[in-house]
């Protein structure tokens, strides 16, 4: 049997990056296995709070990520959707793995470099007061508290954007180590299962503004995203500001041309029947204007999310105790798989409650 998770932190709207990264494949995923295998879909909101949030924006942002997952095409009946912070088994799991995690393995990561905008070969040790001042435990630790999410359900698969795969290399490490620790120390037959990466098609989309760093919820311009709620207009009007070049016509060349390869790749990606690759649809446009690719794949990107804004309106106005009882539910669904990993890993430790 297969078991799929993944998880989204609740800081905005998800944008394309994250819809064609992620959140399609959920979907897809849950109607092909829903029938014979589990799939947990987790708002990460611990995580989302390893970076300065603010309460009322966060609960905010919790409400309106479920119902983003919703309006992509969770089903609450075939998938399990729930708040990370509300099963507290992954804090929980998450203290017992930072018992085996290493900090030198941590130090390479390259996520809290990046939040903190710190070179690459920054150390978490580093003395200079910016550095010390800046990083804090939660946000170093990330990915112990990413491993303890997957580990905790005995996931098989995780499908994740390529920005995820360092992270799962490292929960895969931490499984292996922590197997390896329980074997030598007890004769428990218990073991975590080192889950497997499954990446999308579009693993990777640009910024439209800064097109050769990712797509990204907390960028500070918000004309750097295509958001899944946002209407034809504004989806016109960010394109039209997208930074390309000055060559003439279309081609498609990802190292040379960021810019106008990452708009191939949107309309490629948000419906693959348009072509039968990236370089394929690039020479059928091959003779348009800037403005006239840009117009084309406005229209493509409305066409494609279309159904989402409207069932996210439709979400969104549902009453609020629908909602609630819906993400309880998930909670308790969650915690009944969570609550017997965390006891087997309790005992294949020494921390058995039978005295
Ligand atoms: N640009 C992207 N292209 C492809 N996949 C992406 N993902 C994120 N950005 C892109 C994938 O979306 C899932 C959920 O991401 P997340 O919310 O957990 O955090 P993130 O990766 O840090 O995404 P953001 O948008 O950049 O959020 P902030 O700005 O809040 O940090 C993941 O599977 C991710 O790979």
New binding site residues.
């Given amino acids: 049997r297969k078991i799929i998770f ?4 609740p ?2 709207v998800p ?1 394309l ?2 819809y ?3 959140l399609r494949q959920w979907v897809k995923l849950q109607n092909e296995l829903h029938k014979r295998h589990v799939l947990l879909y987790s708002i ?1 909101d611990l ?2 709070i390893t970076v300065k949030q603010d309460p009322k924006e966060l609960a905010q942002w919790r409400k309106e990520m479920f119902a983003s997952l919703m309006a992509v095409g969770l089903d609450p009946k075939r998938s399990i959707i729930f708040a990370q912070s509300d099963v507290s088994y992954h804090s929980e799991l998450m203290w017992i793995l930072s018992c085996y995690a290493s900090i030198g393995y941590l130090g390479r990561m390259t996520q809290w470099k990046s939040k903190l905008a710190l070179p690459d070969n920054a150390s978490p040790f580093d003395p200079s007061p910016s550095n010390k001042a800046a990083l804090k435990l939660g946000l170093f630790s990330y990915p112990v508290l990413q491993a303890a999410d997957i580990l905790l359900y005995q996931t098989t698969h995780v ?6 795969a360092q992270h799962l290399e490292f929960a895969r490490e931490l499984a292996i180590g922590f197997n390896h620790a329980i074997a030598t120390n007890n004769n428990s037959n218990f073991r975590l299962h080192p889950p497997e990466t499954i990446l999308s098609p ?5 910024s439209l503004t800064n097109p050769t760093k ?6 500070e311009n918000p004309k750097s995203r295509i958001l899944i709620t946002d209407t034809k207009e504004v989806i016109q009007n960010k394109l039209k500001s997208a930074l390309t070049d000055s060559v003439e016509g279309v081609s498609y060349d990802p190292e040379g041309r960021p810019g106008v390869s990452n708009l191939i790749d949107l309309m490629y990606h948000i419906d693959e029947s348009v072509a039968a690759s990236p370089e394929e649809l690039a020479k059928d446009l091959e003779g348009l204007s800037m403005r006239a690719l840009k117009e084309k794949v406005a229209d493509v990107v409305d066409e494609g999310i279309r159904d989402v804004r409207e069932k996210y309106e439709e979400v969104m106005a549902m009453p609020g105790s629908e909602l609630r009882a819906l993400a309880k539910k998930g909670e308790q669904q969650a915690g009944s798989y969570a609550g017997k990993t965390l006891g087997e890993v309790k005992r294949a430790v020494g921390l058995s409650t039978e005295l």
């Fill in positions: 993944s998880g989204i932190q800081t905005g944008h990056g994250n064609l990264g992620a990460v995580h989302a499908p994740v954007g390529e920005d995820q579009a693993k990777r989309v640009m990712k797509m990204s919820k907390s960028d």
